[in-house]
């Protein structure tokens, strides 16, 4: 118990193309999380701290290396069971929520339920209990243009709540926050990591990354200072 | 994802943007709209062509003669206007009008002179004197065609009068023929009823047969019979206008007493409304009489009668018409008859009106086309706006497909949308085109493959900009600004 690897990356490498030369982004990158724990990534601006995520949510490739997810070999998967990877295994939490602004609160939510196939009643049911959790109960016909902040943020941790994965990811969740929504949603992110959620979270701020359980430094695309507060 | 729940998301962004997709739409609107009216004017011409020709039988044969004018032989064969071999198609601009002559409709396309000149031609009218001329005119043909050496030149010199005997003797002699009748028209100046001073219109001389063959029906008393003719009565059945201009109304008229050629004609009956007609007698603006009658009164042997056969088989209409000739020829050596059928000059309005329609078609389908950039258009624009939407959809586990269907289905819908919207509005503008004189048949096909052209261009021109979409890149579309 307890050894179960959710992500377990060796030798990762990623590279852009600036013209004629090749810009290192992440530079053999060994990283594992174990199940339950809630990690943070901590790095300076422009070190490859999203570029990593991108990689860790299925949403990037990798130039080398090897990425199991919950065991699945990421980098040989097809882009087509990707989309469902993203579904089923990681909820996403952005910097600034990315909630689909034409949709209800309820709508965005349920909105990776539906994408498996269920129906709308039961995806709203299934999601009732992390709607009041987050204390959105009263906002779910509203639109996210309607909403503060800090509530916006709970409507992304919500949707990302909502399809229970098996990871959370989140990128900067409290970067467009001010101290005490940033506070709040820190607690919420305590409180999941408490019930049992995997969580893995970047972020610039020495401070943000007290929270985590875990910090793990990245400078200049290298991973190289593991320690656990 | 459920397709119920695409069209919700489709329903949820297109409420969002509901000026938007108006505006998209338009050149959806206006070829839908375009659709719907061409449609109803092909058919509305269609039915035109078909009411115009309602008098006529489909397999009925007008058989007229006409005498040239050219008394000497300066012209050879092939001139205008002896010369009509072969004249079973007969073209569209051949309208008889009834204004000025005074003719039973005749298919040739040549305008014949019978103005005040035949007067002076043989008068006695009846059969004995018809056939003495024609020997005499035979065998001056017969003097024609040594001279000039061509024996098909039929110049139609002679002064031919068709007669009740030619038609028994073509209807005896031609098989596969059900019915025959003959008419000849004539102006006469008519009083009585309302009428203060004598007016000028043309009376017809039929037989019973007639209102059957021309497909008359009546709204007063009965047509005329076999006895009338035969008793030569003053007699007549009034079209409906000329009912109504003579006595003010059909009722009044029925029962009432006209004076043609100041001789007292009582009306037997009066017809109901025909419409206009394109081709035979204009029965609404006529007056009918018993075609004895007339002769013995009105026109003496002065007229130009019109033989009428029907062939029982529509499709036997050549052979038929080489028949008649064959029995007229028999009787008449030099002369060429006007044989005109019925079922060739419908055609022939029937394809000019197929031509029109074709062309509107051909019209409607740019519109479609040029509707259709427009909407490929908008959805290129809303893939680009929409790129970070498409990003975080992709993100939380959108796949090609839902992405691919989303996008095509609002283009569906707008495109549906907009020829909903075209279709009401051509039903609300068809008052006004029929008001301008267009005849349009408004029809629920018409509405239904208006809609499917819309569908089926929402579908063509949504398809590239959605399946540019499902091809977005996640992390690429998510970042996007
Ligand atoms: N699509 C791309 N093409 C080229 N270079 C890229 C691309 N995406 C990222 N980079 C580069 O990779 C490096 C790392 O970027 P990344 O976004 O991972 O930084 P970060 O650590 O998240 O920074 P920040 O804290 O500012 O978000 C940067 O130098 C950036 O310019
Ligand atoms: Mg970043």
């Known amino acids: 118990m307890g050894t179960e690897q959710i992500i377990s990356m060796k030798n990762v490498c990623k590279s852009y193309k600036m013209g004629t030369e ?64 993203r579904n089923h295994e990681i909820g996403f939490i952005f910097q600034n929520y990315h909630l689909i602004p034409t949709y209800t609160v309820m709508q965005n939510i349920i909105m990776p339920l539906l994408m498996r196939g269920h129906d709308r009643k039961s995806a709203e049911t299934d999601c009732r209990e992390i709607i009041d959790m987050l204390g959105l109960s009263e906002r779910i016909q509203h639109k996210p243009s309607e909403l503060s902040g800090g509530q916006r943020q709970r409507v992304a941790i919500a949707r990302a709540l909502c399809s229970k994965p098996s990871l959370l990811l989140a990128d900067e969740p409290t970067g467009a926050l001010d101290q005490s929504s940033g506070t709040e949603v820190l ?29 793990v430094r990245i400078v200049d695309g290298e991973m190289f200072e593991d320690k656990t507060n | ?101 005074d003719f039973p409709s005749i298919g040739g396309g040549s305008i014949p002179d019978f103005s005040s000149s035949r007067s002076s ?151 109901a409304e025909q419409g206009t007609v394109e081709s035979g007698i204009s029965a609404d603006e006529a007056i009918f009489i018993p075609y004895a009658t007339g002769i013995k009164y009105l026109t003496g042997s002065d007229i130009s009668p019109t033989i009428t056969v029907i062939a029982e088989d529509v499709n036997n209409i050549e052979t038929v018409t080489e028949n008649v000739k064959t029995v007229l020829a028999a009787s008449y050596p030099n002369a060429e008859f006007t044989i005109s059928d019925a079922g060739s000059k419908m055609e022939a309005a029937n394809k000019s009106n197929k031509t029109l329609t074709l062309m509107l078609i051909a019209m409607a389908s740019i519109v479609f086309i040029i509707g259709g950039i427009g909407i490929m258009n908008v959805l290129f624009v809303s893939v680009k706006e929409r790129t970070q939407e498409i990003g975080i959809l992709k993100a939380i586990g959108g796949s090609r497909k839902d992405i691919l269907l989303e996008f095509m289905m609002e283009a569906c819908c707008i495109s549906l949308i907009g020829g909903i919207i075209g279709v009401l509005i051509s039903f609300m503008i068809s008052p006004v085109l029929s008001g301008l004189n267009i005849r349009m048949e408004m029809s629920a096909t018409g509405a239904l493959i208006a809609l499917c052209f819309s569908l089926v261009t929402g579908t063509v021109f949504g398809f590239y900009p959605a399946w540019k979409a499902s091809k977005l890149v996640p992390v690429e579309a998510l970042s996007s600004e």
């Open chain 2, 121 to 271: 031609n043989s008068s006695s009218g009846d059969r004995s004197s018809r056939s003495g001329g024609s020997g005499f005119f035979s065998e001056f043909g017969g003097g024609f065609s040594g001279l000039f050496g061509g024996s098909s030149d039929k110049k139609n010199t002679e002064n031919i009068t068709l007669s009740t005997d030619d038609m028994d003797d073509i209807y005896s002699s031609v098989p596969g023929l059900s019915e025959s009748t003959i008419t000849y028209t004539t102006k006469q100046d008519i009083y009585g009823g309302n009428i203060e001073e004598t007016e000028s219109y043309t009376v017809a001389g039929t037989l019973s047969d007639y209102a059957d063959l021309s497909n008359l029906s009546m709204m007063f008393g009965d047509y005329l019979s076999d006895a009338d003719n035969e008793n030569k009565s003053k007699v007549c059945v009034l079209g409906y206008n000329a009912s109504k201009n003579i006595f003010g109304s059909a009722e009044e008229a029925y029962d009432n007493i006209v004076y043609i050629d100041d001789r007292p004609y009582s009306v037997t009956g009066v017809l």
């Open chain 2, 1 to 101: 994802m459920r397709f119920s729940e695409i069209l919700n998301l489709v329903r949820l962004n297109l409420i969002q943007n509901k000026f938007k997709v108006l505006l998209t739409s338009i050149g959806v609107i206006v070829g839908a709209a375009t659709i719907v009216c061409v449609i109803a004017i092909g058919r509305g011409g269609k039915a035109d062509v078909a009411e115009q020709f309602r008098n006529l039988n489909a397999g009925a044969l007008d058989i007229s003669y006409e005498q040239s004018k050219e008394k000497s032989g300066f012209s050879f064969g092939g001139s205008v206007p002896s010369s009509k071999s072969g004249d079973t198609a007969m073209p569209m601009s051949d309208r008889p009008d009834f204004s000025g002559g």
């Open chain 1, 187 to 215: 607690r919420l992110f305590t409180k999941l990591h408490e019930m049992g959620n995997t969580i893995v979270m970047i972020t610039h701020d020495m401070n943000v990354a007290k929270w985590a359980q875990r910090t």
């Open chain 1, 22 to 85: 090749r810009l290192s982004v992440l530079k053999n990158i060994d990283f594992s999380v174990d199940k339950g724990e809630f990690t943070a990534i901590l790095g300076p601006s422009g070190s490859g701290k999203s570029t990593l995520m991108n990689i860790i949510g299925c949403m990037d490739t990798l130039d080398n290396g090897t990425y199991a997810l919950n065991g699945i070999p990421i980098h040989q998967t097809k882009e087509k069971e990707l989309t469902s990877i």
